[in-house]
């Protein structure tokens, strides 16, 4: 199964560190939060791995590489005229991902989620991986029943950033600029998004504050 890390957002939470640095490159230990993920991938198994790329692509590019080094085979789905938020970025690397389910993670969260454990059921279109709510997110994003996500009012967890999606949820959207939840809303209308709960270690490292969060998990 290929993967594709999004990594295309200016992260204007971190300030004036991401005014000439991009978020994935902000260090988190002795590596960056990209490496982090992309070390996580190599570990269950994804070795062909797509990055979405816009804001200082060039130094992303430039700093990661082809894959070579970390053992897995990168390739770039560049964004050139902007970010295209997390469901146009999908959409526009479709080309490189092929007509399989894939795996889908932020470039900017902290986990030892077991990925290569999350499966996609035939019957589905995809997997989403969610975990309980963190302080930042009380009110969760996703209401979630019998391992389904699903719509009303029962208690809602987090999305942790990471899912395993069949391509086919993008057949009736165009090009362009939006999120993956305009995306995920009519399959989970449809009963056709599975919950695969996480317990281990998860961190959103979206700003300075939840950086500072990340880096006590890793003493």
């Known amino acids: 199964m290929k993967a594709i890390i999004l990594a295309a ?5 971190f300030g004036s560190i991401t005014k000439t640095l991009p978020k ?13 993920n992309i ?12 990055i979405n790329v816009s804001y200082l692509s060039a130094m992303i ?23 295209l938020e997390t469901g146009g ?14 795996l889908v993670i932020n470039s900017d969260i902290y986990t030892d989620c077991k990925l290569s454990n999350i499966k996609i059921d035939q019957n589905d279109h995809g997997v989403l991986v969610m975990v309980e709510n963190p302080t930042h997110n009380l009110n969760g994003d996703f209401s979630c029943s019998n391992g389904r996500i699903i719509t009303g009012d029962t208690k809602k ?10 391509p086919i949820i993008f057949k009736n959207f165009k090009p362009g600029k939006y999120k993956l939840i305009d995306v995920l809303e009519k399959e989970v209308n449809n009963n056709k998004i599975s919950a695969f709960m996480h317990d281990g ?7 300075i504050k939840k950086l500072e ?7």
């Open 39 to 50: 070390l996580l991938l190599k570990k269950h198994g994804f070795l062909e791995l797509i």
């Open 157 to 166: 967890l987090t999305y942790s950033g990471i899912s395993v999606l069949d």
């Open 9 to 13: 957002g200016k992260g204007e939470r």
């Open 24 to 36: 994935p490159l902000i260090q988190l230990g002795n590596i960056t939060l990209i490496e982090h």
């Open 61 to 83: 590019i430039d700093f990661i590489g082809n894959g070579e080094k970390y053992g897995v085979n990168i390739t770039y789905s560049v964004e050139s005229a902007g970010p």
């Open 201 to 207: 270690i998860w961190c959103d490292v979206g700003d």
């Open 213 to 219: 969060n990340a880096k006590k998990l890793l003493s």
């Open 89 to 102: 970025g999908i959409h526009n690397a479709l080309s490189f991902l092929g007509g399989n389910p894939f």
